[in-house]
Antibody, heavy 119, light 107 residues
Framework: QVQLVQSGAEVKKPGASVKVSCETS????????IHWLRQAPGHAPEWMGW????????NYAQKFQGRVTMTRDTSITTASMALSRLRSDDTAMYYC????????????WGQGTLVTVSS | DIQMTQSPSSLSASVGDRVTITCRAS??????LNWYQQKPGKAPNLLIS???TLQSGVPSRFSGSGSGTDFTLTISSLQPEDFATYYC??????????FGGGTKVEI
């Protein structure tokens, strides 16, 4: 069965960086984009960007340009997202999710990784 | 960017009620509209894609309709497990992909 399993919760200080991983299984990794989204408490999910599994090409939401880096390792079918220069308003649940290559919808999601930014 | 607006932001309903949630796009998105259900502490779960296509395993009491700018999610007979928050999401433009603000369905 399709699974996306994310790394554990993180607590970071303002100005630091965080890296969250997403280990996938149960499907052909190179056939689906991996997206990263985040959700602050009481808010809707917010799309951060995607990575093409084959080429490694990325597309980031303008809001995160310059602070986010998405990578993947096809040998271990794992994607990662790093966010730098963290601020308190980056505190959120971060999710990876997959979509087909038409980017029609997010059909499977990771369980989420809570990132808390606090001094 | 395409803005997605959901209404209402919350509603109270009883088991067995018919519930309708609306989602409006700031410009036409054809039928590139998806609906998700999210329960507390869980990731969103895809219910409907392409405005009206029910995902495998989703009960038939859920249905979606609409095209262009106006869309609806209907639950024909609300069940206890349906109390959750529902989000619409457009995939017409992928930069950026965007969600509505959510509708919390409460008892």
């Amino acid at each position: 069965q399709v699974q996306l399993v994310q790394s554990g919760a993180e607590v970071k200080k303002p100005g630091a960086s965080v890296k969250v991983s997403c280990e996938t299984s149960g499907y052909i990794f190179t056939d689906y984009y991996i997206h990263w989204l985040r959700q602050a408490p009481g808010h809707a999910p917010e799309w951060m960007g995607w990575i093409h599994p084959n080429s490694g090409a990325t597309n980031y939401a303008q809001k995160f340009q310059g602070r986010v880096t998405m990578t993947r390792d096809t040998s271990i079918t794992t994607a990662s997202m790093a966010l730098s220069r963290l601020r308190s308003d980056d505190t959120a649940m971060y999710y990876c999710a997959r979509s087909n290559l038409k980017i029609s919808d997010f059909d499977f999601w990771g369980q989420g990784t809570l990132v808390t930014v606090s001094s | 960017d395409i803005q997605m607006t959901q209404s209402p932001s919350s509603l109270s309903a009883s088991v067995g009620d018919r519930v309708t949630i609306t989602c409006r796009a700031s410009r036409s998105i054809s039928n590139y509209l998806n609906w998700y259900q999210q329960k507390p502490g869980k990731a969103p779960n895809l219910l409907i894609s392409g405005a009206s296509t029910l995902q495998s395993g989703v009960p038939s009491r859920f249905s979606g309709s609409g095209s262009g700018t106006d869309f609806t999610l209907t639950i024909s007979s609300l069940q206890p497990e349906d109390f959750a928050t529902y989000y619409c999401q457009q995939s017409y433009t992928t930069l950026p992909l965007s969600f509505g603000g959510g509708t919390k369905v409460e008892i």
